[in-house]
């Protein structure tokens, strides 16, 4: 009697772990925002790994324009799948200047509906650059297959966002005005080179001895990254310049002085082969200006 209550009490604690759907590979699919949000309809796509825990990467992006991709993690909950990217494990991050990644919670629920399989359900989360600004949530939809997807996109055709065309601006080159003062500093202009290419990376990191230097990067006077911290480890900025803005300004600002005043680091500028390799400097009376100059292509 002993051991066949063993038994039964073995096969109930084994059971949810046997019941759980084995989600292990690659999904492909539609990650929506509300409306507010940047765009209002992704490609989006996971690779995953189950075992006791789930890991792999999240994948989302617009044609050529956005490309964003970041580790995760994550578990069951009953019959509800819940991931989580990291901050710290973004892979790629190409977004036009003005966007900003958002690092998500996704919630989503397994079903099968003839032979195709889904997940679907809603995600949250926030902003890359300030972790306290909550991004505008939405919903995801992904399934083994793209004839899946397609299936799904078209029997619910009603309820799925189609989001316009991400589309260049016809609007001639602009200039900005950047006479004005910065976070009550004056930018003081470093250097202005010319690049060729509008997706840059910029790289930061301490090229004297590490005494906990945190600089915020602007560009055009809109946050990039805010509280880096400068170490020998270089952190990796990817952004992408406005096509009708001849010149940019990129505002390497002092959060603090570290231990040893003033701040410094060297910044890295990486147009596509070209390294523009550049000191900087910045108190709490200037705050270190580097212009960026991109030639506006006009259409024919």
Not at 68 to 93: A, C, M, N, P, Q
Not at 212 to 227: E, F, G, H, K, Q
Not at 277 to 291: C, E, L, N
Request: net charge negative; proline share 5%; with cysteine.
């Amino acid at each position: 009697m002993k051991t066949l209550l063993s038994a039964i009490l073995l096969c109930c604690f084994f059971l949810p772990v046997f019941s759980q759907k084995n989600i292990s590979g690659k999904w492909v699919g539609k990650i929506t925002q509300r409306p507010g949000g940047f765009s209002e309809l992704y490609d989006f796509e996971l690779d995953l790994n189950q075992k006791k825990h789930i890991w792999g990467d999240s994948y989302a992006y617009i044609d050529d324009d956005v490309e964003i991709k970041i580790g995760l993690s994550g578990y069951f909950d009953k019959d509800t799948i819940r991931l989580s990217e990291s901050i710290d494990w973004v892979r790629i991050d190409k977004v036009p200047w003005n966007w900003v990644a958002c690092i998500k919670n996704i919630n989503v629920v397994y079903h099968k509906e003839n032979n195709n399989e889904y997940l679907e359900g809603t995600w949250n989360g926030y902003s890359k650059v300030n972790p306290s600004d909550a991004c505008i949530p939405g919903r995801v939809i992904l399934s083994r297959s793209i004839a899946g997807l397609d299936q799904f996109l078209l029997e619910n055709r009603d309820s799925v966002i189609t989001a316009e065309p991400l589309t260049i601006s016809d609007n001639p080159a602009r200039e900005l005005n950047f006479d004005a003062p910065f976070l009550n500093t004056e930018p003081k202009k470093v250097i202005e080179i010319s690049v060729n290419n509008p997706n840059l990376q910029i790289q930061l990191l301490d090229y004297l001895k590490v005494d906990n230097d945190t600089i915020s990067v602007y560009l055009n006077r809109d946050p990039l990254a805010r509280n880096v911290r400068i170490s020998k480890r270089a952190t990796l900025i990817n952004f992408k310049l406005d096509p009708t803005i001849e010149l940019n300004e990129l505002l390497l600002y002092a959060e603090n002085l570290g231990e040893i005043p003033p701040n410094t680091s060297e910044l890295l500028v990486i147009d596509g082969g070209r390294t523009h390799r550049i000191m900087i400097t910045s108190d709490k009376q200037k705050t270190a200006a580097v212009y960026l100059k991109h030639k506006v292509l006009k259409k024919e």
